[in-house]
Structure formats: structure tokens, C-alpha cells
């Protein structure tokens, strides 16, 4: 079983950048696409970006393309959201998520298996 755990959030003023991680554990992490999706209070789980297994595919959401970036160092399995530009309507709770195919997360939340925890990210205007 993959293991995901999520740090970096936090508040940040508008028009900043934030850092989130997430680290995967356990057997075959490395084999696995991960990104992440996010909350908002009262709205649905909503894709914000994936890299796949070898770090070569890399899709986001078109509500953060052009101001997020997703990298991946697999010798680590570790996976970075680099947010930039950032808005009060980016606030959330951002859950790390892993699955077999990048497909998976690029569908729904609902065809992903593997989360983190969740980090808090507030973006004060």
C-alpha cells in the first residue's frame, strides 16, 4: 500500500507563491502517476495537477495552468506544487493522490484510491 503525505501549506497574501510536498512510501511508489486535487468549503474535489511515474507527463488544471508547476525527484518520490500568482479563489484543502494511470486523475477524485491527508492553503485578498 502507497503511503502519501502532504506539508507546505499554509496562508499566503494574494498574488504570492506557496510550496506544497507530498512524499509517497511504500511498495511501488515509484511505479505510480501522483498530483493533486483540491476543496474548497461546500465545492466538489477538483483536479489541480498530475506528473506521471517517470515524471515525463505532466497536466494541470486549466483554472491554475500558466501559474502552477508540478515537478518530481523519483529517486525520493517526492512531489512539489509550486503555486504562483496565487488567488483567494485557490484557497483549500489540497490533497496529494496517487493512482496507476495518469488517466485515473485526470477523470475524476472519484477513480482515485490513494490520498494524503490534506494541507491547508489560504490566500487572504
Known amino acids: 500500500q502507497v503511503h502519501l503525505v502532504e506539508s507546505g501549506g499554509g496562508l499566503v497574501q494574494a498574488g504570492g507563491s506557496l510550496r506544497l510536498s507530498c512524499t509517497a512510501s511504500?511498495?511501488?511508489?515509484?511505479?505510480?502517476?501522483m498530483g493533486w486535487f483540491r476543496q474548497a468549503p461546500g465545492k466538489e474535489r477538483e483536479f489541480v495537477g498530475v506528473i506521471g511515474a517517470s515524471g515525463g507527463d505532466i497536466y494541470l488544471g486549466g483554472s491554475v495552468k500558466g501559474r502552477f508547476t508540478i515537478s518530481r525527484i523519483n529517486d525520493r518520490n517526492v512531489i512539489y506544487l509550486e503555486m504562483n500568482k496565487v488567488k483567494p479563489e485557490d484557497s483549500g484543502v489540497y490533497y496529494c493522490a496517487a493512482a496507476p494511470m495518469i488517466s485515473a486523475m485526470t477523470s475524476s477524485y472519484k477513480y482515485v484510491d490513494l490520498w494524503g491527508q490534506g494541507t491547508l492553503v489560504t490566500v487572504s485578498s
Open positions: 511504500g511498495r511501488a511508489a515509484s511505479d505510480y502517476a
